[in-house]
T-cell receptor
Framework: EDKVVQSPLSLVVHEGDTVTLNCSYEVTNFRSLLWYKQEKKAPTFLFMLTSSGIEKKSGRLSSILDKKELFSILNITATQTGDSAIYLCAVERRGSTLGRLYFGRGTQLTVWP | GAGVSQSPSNKVTEKGKDVELRCDPISGHTALYWYRQSLGQGLEFLIYFQGNSAPDKSGLPSDRFSAERTGGSVSTLTIQRTQQEDSAVYLC????????????FGPGTRLLVL
């Protein structure tokens, strides 16, 4: 059975801390891995990763994929209270419905001032 | 519209009643997806539309669930004879095409079945 596992499930930090969120996957015919940020209800897209070892950056957020070890990490540096959200990892498979995503349960990040 | 919209935002219903949830995708987006997010769980795929056809309905949890899409735009997810386990947030997403395209999510409908 395909699996996407995120850890930790929840994390509480103080402003200015750096956090690393983990996502491991066991899926057949991997195509891509995506990270979303979910505040309130609508997930918003952060990154799509398809190649190993190539870091993607957006401001204080960065992510990298390891296709050999089957995991990805999402780093957030100098955290702010606005980073508080659920961070979702999802995997897309080749050969399945195009665009169908398999999600992990998410990491609930809380940043205290 | 500027983004994906869903209605209603919240729905409370009694067990056994039917409900309809609506999704308006971004204009011109041909691919549309429905997901369900139960408390403390990740998003669970329900159904995918390409245009008006649904080539993948494999995620629908039972025959009480159905969905349609008309005019390549608006989609309706219908749940008949609702059960308490149907309580969840139902999210809709659309993308311009289905291949390697970012999916844009709507704000969801929070359904509570009493």
């Amino acid at each position: 059975e395909d699996k996407v596992v995120q850890s930790p499930l929840s994390l509480v930090v103080h402003e200015g801390d750096t956090v690393t969120l983990n996502c491991s996957y066991e899926v057949t015919n991997f195509r891509s891995l995506l990270w979303y940020k979910q505040e309130k209800k609508a997930p918003t897209f952060l990154f799509m990763l398809t190649s190993s070892g190539i870091e993607k950056k957006s401001g204080r957020l960065s992510s990298i994929l390891d296709k050999k070890e089957l995991f990805s990490i999402l780093n957030i540096t100098a955290t702010q209270t606005g980073d508080s959200a659920i961070y979702l990892c999802a995997v897309e498979r080749r050969g399945s419905t195009l665009g169908r995503l398999y999600f992990g349960r998410g990491t609930q990040l809380t940043v205290w001032p | 519209g500027a983004g994906v919209s869903q209605s209603p935002s919240n729905k409370v219903t009694e067990k056994g009643k039917d409900v309809e949830l609506r999704c308006d995708p971004i204009s011109g987006h041909t691919a549309l997806y429905w997901y369900r997010q139960s408390l403390g769980q990740g998003l669970e795929f329900l159904i995918y539309f390409q245009g008006n056809s649904a080539p993948d309905k494999s995620g629908l949890p039972s025959d009480r669930f159905s969905a349609e899409r008309t005019g390549g735009s608006v989609s309706t997810l219908t749940i008949q004879r609702t059960q308490q386990e149907d309580s969840a947030v139902y999210l809709c997403a659309s993308s311009l095409l289905a291949v390697q395209e970012t999916q844009y999510f709507g704000p969801g409908t929070r359904l509570l079945v009493l």
